[in-house]
Structures are given as structure tokens and as C-alpha cells.
């Protein structure tokens, strides 16, 4: 069979280590999607382009390596942005390849012709199109390459049909050049050490950027090492496990008012992979007002970007943390410590029950169901908070959700991306009944390829988050945040042949919950939950971390 770009296309990306695709063919793609036959990649028909994409980040999260998408050209590859979008703002490593019409028909409005390296070029780290059949390989391993090092994220690569379809050699590898070693300045690190030794009341931040540097047994190194109380990001969570005692919970608008509390008290903090956003600082005047802040990030337009910060380090996390643990010398902080202490004990007899209501509750008896290595993949909106709020993570890779991007309808593909790259892990999704009318249609997905993935919609009937803003700060006009009761989710997820029961979250759901947890198969649980059960403490919009409020 004689060679054509296809072939390069796939072979090379066998040597990148790839073995799963996530995508939806178009006549453009036909050339690749003919020679998968031959490929000992797998690819993993998806309903819709976006849960593509959000498949190939549910994979990279999961396992660590770079996922992959493939979508042909116009509606195909616009249908990716939300998915390319969201792995940007996460940092998640992500080579997303669309097929364009052949070379001869752009600029003439060619049917499926869309300028899809404009339209994705400020939510990737690089988009090129490939005009060379022979510069193919190579174009493959640069995108791996940018996808993969420094800050990661996704790189989008664009093949005219006519490139794919051209009779070729195959391109010898080459050997990738030496990537120049960053000059670190070590001296700073030891001001780091220093400022940490000399503080009385130091809390670290981690953020995303942990995970994704491999720097998690360093991180847990460094807290035992300094016996150092800890908060995290959304992202963060599970770097360190949510057991460690040293562990205050997550800050910001959703936050733990522990961890918000804390740092407003520390005087010293230690950022590492955070970037200080407004969903984490509030009102950045206001933040952290007595603490000297020191910051390390592999991105270096991450430091100082949100926050003044007085001792900056750029360099690779994992290194960092590896030369700073040495210099830590462990103090005597029992009165900082018992000060935590007794703000735990108060937070927790003032919420009972973690501020999240029988919903809480409902995911905590889920985890206890559960096998400890579990994925939860919550989505965006009350159910994310209620799950990370109360979800307790013992390993990293183990709860996956859209952070920065905030992205309704990732749970679902993101589940199916996780499951697919960890089939020895189960995987349960959490999501709203907003969130799970927008990539509805990946259950066939599920379903065909009878995915064993347990998804729980805590249906309210309403767009939850929303509704509580409306509630809080718009005088209880509910407008535009009533989703009905008129469909019977458990109905349409029998429909696409997943078994489905639907529960009330207010009365006893372990029965139902053991016949999720025990299913060979895929199962769905509709959980039923009044539309008042929202998600407390929250800080009100213009206001401080400490400014924490816990009802109406």
C-alpha cells in the first residue's frame, strides 16, 4: 500500500505514545480515518465535537499524557473551541487535529472552509496548518512537544485533505533538540526558605500547576517537612490528600471559610502553581493583608499577573520544590497550629453539614460506596461545589473538573476520556441537570461502548448557581433559571440503554446507591433535590475573603 500523509500522520503519532483518538469524521478526515484501520490507535466515535475535545482533556487529566482529538473542517472544528478553550485555561497538555479543505480551495469559500487557526489561536499555545506533505512528522512532534513542556496546554493542527491524501516517504525521526536549561536563580529560593523559617503564621497555596509539574510526593514532602498548614486552588485539590491533617480546604468565593479565614491571618504564603485569580482572592486588595508572598510558577507571565508578589521564582515545580525542602528547617508553630485548630472545630460546629445540605450528603454516602482510587468527574455549577467541597481526594489524578473556563456539560465526555485512559479505575460523574442537558447525547457513547461509568444528575429542576444568585442579590426574581420537570431523565437514559433509577435525595438512597456502585455496566441516579438546597458560605459579589456569609 503505497504511503500517504495519513499514514505519517498516524505512525507518528504511535511514536508519541498515542493509542487513543477521540473524535467525529467529516469527508475531510476520511484519508485518516481510512488507515486507522491498519493503526493500532483506537478511536472512540464521539456524538459531538465539543465532547471530543472535553474526552481528549478527561484523558490527559486522568492519565497524565497528552490527549488527542481529531474533527474535520467548519462546523467540525468550530464545534472543538469551547473543549480547546477549556483545556487552555486548565493548562491541559492537548493536540487537537482538524482536517481543512484541500489546499487549492481556500479563499474561495469552499464548503466546510473555516479559518479555524484565527478563530483558536489566543485559547491555544500554538495553531499551525501543515502545507508540506513532508513536513507532516514533524509538524505532529512540534505540537507533542508544545502541548507537553513548560506551562502545558493544548496545540491545534490543521491538515488540508489534499496533504493527507499525498503519496509521501516516510520522514526519518528526528533526534528533538536539546531544550536549553532554564538559569535558575538559586539565591532566591533560599530567600524563599529564609522568609518561611523566620514566619510565625505561613500557609502554602497549591495550585493546578503541581499536578500537572509531577510535583505531588514533593509537595506532601514539603508539608511534612515544615509541618505546614495547606490550602489549595479548585485545581489543586488532590495534590496533597484531603486526609493530611495540615489540610484547610480550598479558598475563594466557594471556599472553605477555614482556608479563606487563614490566609487572611498568615503572614507568610507560598504560592506553587497558583495564579491568583479573582475566584481565589476576591478582592485583591483585601487579600492576605499581612503576609509577605512568595510565588513559583514554570510560566513566568503567572507571577505578579493578579497579585504583588515579593519573592518570585520562575523555574519547573518539581525541581524547585526538590532544592527548597533541604533548606526548610521545621520550627515550633503550636500556638499557629492550635489557632487552626480551634477555627476548625468552630467552622465545623457552625456547618454540620459542610454547608452543602442533604446534596453534600448524598455525595459523601456516594465516595463511601465507591472504591478509594475512584474518579469523580463533577461539572460546573452547585454540583461542582457540593463536590469538591466534600469529595475527599487521596490521590491526584483523581478529581477532574473545568476550573477556569467554569464549562457546563464537561462532566459527562470528560468521564468518558477518563475511563478510557484508566480502565482500571471506577468513574463517577456528579453533575446538575443543566450540565447534563448539554452533552445529553454522549449516554449512546457511553452505552455502545458500554463504558462502566456511574453518573448521578442532582436535578433540582433549576439552573442551581444561578437560581442562588437570583435568590441572594436579584430579590428572589427567579427569571430565565427554571429548567421544568417535564423530562424523565431516568426515561431518556434508559433510551440509550444505560440502566436508571431516580432518588430523593431526603429520603434513605443507600439501596440505590449500592445498585449503582455494584453495576457491571454503566447506571444513572436521578437525585431529586429541592431547589433551595444551595451551597454555603459564599462570598457576595465586591466583597473580602472574611467576608464569608452562610445563608440569606
Not at 80 to 86: D, E, H, K, Q, W
Not at 179 to 193: G, H, S, V
Not at 257 to 283: K, M
Not at 321 to 347: G, K, S, Y
Request: aromatic residues 6%; contains cysteine.
Amino acid at each position: 500500500m503505497e504511503l500517504i500523509g495519513a499514514d505519517v500522520v498516524l505512525k507518528t503519532l504511535v511514536e508519541e505514545g498515542v493509542d487513543v483518538i477521540f473524535g467525529y469524521p467529516g469527508a475531510n478526515t476520511l484519508p485518516l480515518n481510512d488507515r486507522m484501520a491498519d493503526s493500532p490507535i483506537r478511536h472512540y466515535l464521539m456524538r459531538h465535537e465539543q465532547a471530543a475535545a472535553h474526552a481528549a482533556d478527561g484523558y490527559a487529566r486522568a492519565t497524565g499524557k497528552v490527549g488527542v482529538c481529531l474533527t474535520t473542517s467548519g462546523p467540525g472544528a468550530t464545534n472543538l473551541v469551547t473543549g480547546i478553550a477549556t483545556a487552555y485555561m486548565d493548562s491541559t497538555p492537548l493536540v487537537a487535529i482538524t482536517a481543512q479543505v484541500n489546499s487549492d480551495l481556500w479563499g474561495r469559500d469552499a464548503f466546510q472552509e473555516t479559518d479555524i487557526i484565527g478563530i483558536t489561536m489566543p485559547i491555544t499555545k500554538h495553531s499551525f496548518m501543515v502545507r508540506d506533505v513532508n513536513q507532516l512528522g514533524s509538524s505532529i512532534r512540534q505540537a507533542f512537544q508544545l502541548a507537553s513542556t513548560g506551562r502545558t496546554g493544548p496545540v491545534l493542527v490543521d491538515i488540508p485533505k489534499d496533504i493527507l491524501s499525498a503519496c509521501c516517504s516516510l520522514q526519518p525521526k528526528k533526534s528533538p533538540a536539546a531544550t536549553p536549561k532554564r538559569i535558575e536563580n538559586r539565591e532566591q529560593l533560599e530567600r524563599i526558605a529564609q522568609a518561611l523559617n523566620r514566619s510565625e503564621r505561613p500557609v502554602l497555596i497549591i495550585g493546578g500547576g503541581v499536578k500537572l509539574g509531577d510535583a505531588c510526593v514533593q509537595m506532601s514532602d514539603l508539608v511534612q517537612q515544615g509541618q505546614l498548614p495547606f490550602v489549595t486552588t479548585m485545581m489543586g485539590i488532590g495534590s496533597v490528600s484531603s486526609a493530611n491533617g495540615f489540610n484547610l480546604g480550598f479558598i475563594g468565593t466557594h471556599g472553605n471559610e477555614l482556608a479563606n479565614r487563614i490566609i487572611h491571618d498568615s503572614d507568610f504564603i507560598l504560592a506553587l502553581g497558583a495564579r491568583f485569580t479573582e475566584r481565589s482572592t476576591s478582592v485583591i486588595e483585601e487579600f492576605a493583608p499581612l503576609a509577605t508572598i512568595a510565588q513559583i510558577d514554570i510560566d513566568p507571565t503567572s507571577i505578579g499577573k493578579n497579585i504583588n508578589v515579593d519573592l518570585p521564582f520562575v523555574g519547573d515545580i518539581q525541581e524547585a520544590l526538590t532544592e527548597l525542602i533541604p533548606l526548610i528547617v521545621p520550627q515550633n508553630r503550636d500556638a499557629w497550629l492550635e489557632r487552626i485548630r480551634m477555627e476548625r472545630q468552630a467552622q465545623e460546629e457552625k456547618l454540620i453539614d459542610g454547608g452543602c445540605g442533604q446534596a453534600g450528603t448524598l455525595i459523601r454516602n456516594i465516595q463511601d460506596a465507591m472504591p478509594r482510587e475512584t474518579i469523580v468527574v463533577p461539572d460546573v455549577g452547585l454540583n461542582q461545589i457540593w463536590t469538591v467541597r466534600t469529595w475527599k481526594t487521596h490521590s491526584p489524578r483523581s478529581l477532574l473538573t473545568s476550573g477556569g473556563m467554569g464549562t457546563m456539560g464537561f462532566s459527562v465526555p470528560a468521564a468518558i476520556g477518563a475511563k478510557v485512559g484508566a480502565p482500571d479505575r471506577d468513574v463517577v460523574v456528579i453533575c446538575g441537570d443543566g450540565g447534563f442537558y448539554m452533552n445529553i447525547q454522549e449516554l449512546a457513547t457511553i452505552s455502545y461502548y458500554r463504558l462502566p461509568i456511574k453518573i448521578v444528575v442532582i436535578n433540582n429542576g433549576h439552573l442551581g448557581m444561578i437560581r442562588q444568585m437570583q435568590d441572594l442579590w436579584y430579590d428572589a426574581r427567579f427569571t430565565t433559571s427554571d429548567l421544568g420537570d417535564k423530562v424523565d431523565l431516568v426515561a431518556v437514559a434508559k433510551g440509550f440503554g444505560i440502566p436508571a433509577e431516580r432518588i430523593a435525595v431526603d429520603e434513605d438512597p443507600a439501596e440505590a446507591i449500592a445498585r449503582m456502585s455494584g453495576a457491571a455496566g454503566p447506571y444513572m441516579l436521578e437525585a431529586m433535590v429541592d431547589p433551595d438546597n444551595y451551597v454555603y458560605p459564599i462570598i457576595p459579589p465586591g466583597c473580602s475573603n472574611v467576608e464569608m456569609i452562610c445563608g440569606k
